[in-house]
């Protein structure tokens, strides 16, 4: 597990992004994700947010796992359809790679999910977690790597939004 204590301003200027926004663009790119983004920018934090929507089927890009490695932070941003992509759970296991290797910072948002049915695959998230697993039965040790990968973003705690609280 990475070491808590937070990163050195030298190690934080020497990336090229502050933070890396993870997050299905169906579920919070127009609401959550678009206010967070800008105030972030606001703030002067440099802050990488894919603008791609990715259709069915297309491999995370080769960019995007070098932006992951070149933040300090990653805000994974966990909703109701995060674990039905492919390309979500892909960046969340770089990004806990990047955690455990560069100790990266990671601060997961729980945005309308429970946490506990992100670390258990369970409810909503868990039936979207499921649907994407069948689809990928031929590689069991991936669908492992991406159950171990939603399993240690809670570990971190985080931050818990739901539609109650938002209004």
């Given at each position: ?48 947010r894919d603008k791609e929507k990715l259709e069915k089927g297309d491999l995370i890009s080769p960019q995007l ?15 109701e359809n995060y674990a039905n992509s492919s390309w979500c759970i892909d960046e969340l296991g770089k990004i806990i790679e990047c955690r455990d290797k ?66």
């Amino acid at each position: 597990m990475a070491s808590s204590s937070t990163p050195s301003a030298s190690s934080i200027s020497a990336q090229k992004h502050h933070v890396f926004l993870s997050f299905r663009g169906e579920d919070t790119r127009n609401i959550f994700v678009g206010h967070l983004y800008k105030g972030l920018d606001q703030a002067g934090v440099r802050t990488f947010r894919d603008k791609e929507k990715l259709e069915k089927g297309d491999l995370i890009s080769p960019q995007l796992l070098q932006a992951i490695e070149e933040s300090s932070v990653s805000i994974v941003i966990l909703s109701e359809n995060y674990a039905n992509s492919s390309w979500c759970i892909d960046e969340l296991g770089k990004i806990i790679e990047c955690r455990d290797k560069r100790e990266q910072k990671v601060y997961p948002v729980f945005y309308n999910v429970e946490p506990s049915d992100v670390r258990k695959q369970q409810g909503n998230f868990g039936k979207g977690f499921n649907s994407l697993s069948s689809r990928f039965q031929q590689e069991p040790e991936k669908t492992k790597k991406w159950k171990l990968a939603l399993e240690e973003v809670c570990r971190a705690g985080g931050f818990h939004l739901n539609k109650a609280e938002n209004k």
